[in-house]
T-cell receptor
Framework: DTGVSQDPRHKITKRGQNVTFRCDPISEHNRLYWYRQTLGQGPEFLTYFQNEAQLEKSRLLSDRFSAERPKGSFSTLEIQRTEQGDSAMYLC??????????FGQGTRLTVV | GENVEQHPSTLSVQEGDSAVIKCTYSDSASNYFPWYKQELGKGPQLIIDIRSNVGEKKDQRIAVTLNKTAKHFSLHITETQPEDSAVYFCAASAISGANNLFFGTGTRLTVIP
């Protein structure tokens, strides 16, 4: 499977714990995006990398969230001191072109 | 910023019938309109897109129409099949880059065999 890969698929954590998600984009794609999707809503943009440079962060990305793409390949999204409101599906997408995006299957986070 | 509204939120059709999902957008500068299909437990999958220089685009049983004057676009699925059952999202973008995509709230389509 050469699509966007995300790990883990599901994560249950206690409030206050830190969690880290990984995304492996399609290999030739230099653009990588993180989105959050809550129940009954469309995806909402969080942050964007072009190669290893983080070019944009949305206002949704609080200071408890940090994302990296150290070598311009895979990316990690870390949430510190998780809150119940962080419960959502976290989607990664990648693209080579300026338009559109190919999404991974997402990591569903549940904070209890 | 862009505001995309999508209707209906749920849609049930008999197998073989057509399904139509409509979206409106607020930013007249938007010029790229993709549609995504999301199956349970999976990420959204791009199924068709249209740019503002085209009024209609068709791919087998799926078509999208765009009315720039009215700022609305629609997804048409003909000869629906049970495997078409999913949540469909429209999106709009005025600037290139998936960081500039604004999504609708989704339509849950159920195709009844």
């Amino acid at each position: 499977d050469t699509g966007v890969s995300q790990d883990p698929r599901h994560k249950i954590t206690k409030r206050g714990q830190n969690v880290t998600f990984r995304c492996d984009p399609i290999s030739e794609h230099n653009r990588l995006y993180w989105y959050r999707q809550t129940l009954g809503q469309g995806p909402e943009f969080l942050t964007y990398f072009q190669n290893e440079a983080q070019l944009e962060k949305s206002r949704l990305l609080s200071d408890r969230f940090s994302a990296e793409r150290p070598k311009g390949s895979f990316s990690t999204l870390e949430i510190q001191r998780t809150e119940q409101g962080d419960s959502a599906m976290y989607l990664c997408a990648s693209t080579r072109d300026a338009w559109g995006a190919f999404f991974g299957q997402g990591t569903r986070l549940t904070v209890v | 910023g862009e505001n995309v509204e999508q209707h209906p939120s749920t849609l049930s059709v008999q197998e073989g019938d057509s399904a139509v999902i409509k979206c409106t957008y607020s930013d007249s500068a938007s010029n790229y309109f993709p549609w995504y299909k999301q199956e349970l437990g999976k990420g959204p999958q791009l199924i068709i897109d249209i740019r503002s220089n085209v009024g209609e685009k068709k791919d087998q049983r799926i078509a999208v129409t765009l009315n720039k004057t009215a700022k609305h676009f629609s997804l048409h699925i003909t000869e629906t099949q049970p495997e078409d059952s999913a949540v469909y999202f429209c999106a709009a973008s005025a600037i290139s880059g998936a960081n500039n995509l604004f999504f609708g709230t989704g339509t849950r389509l159920t195709v009844i065999p």
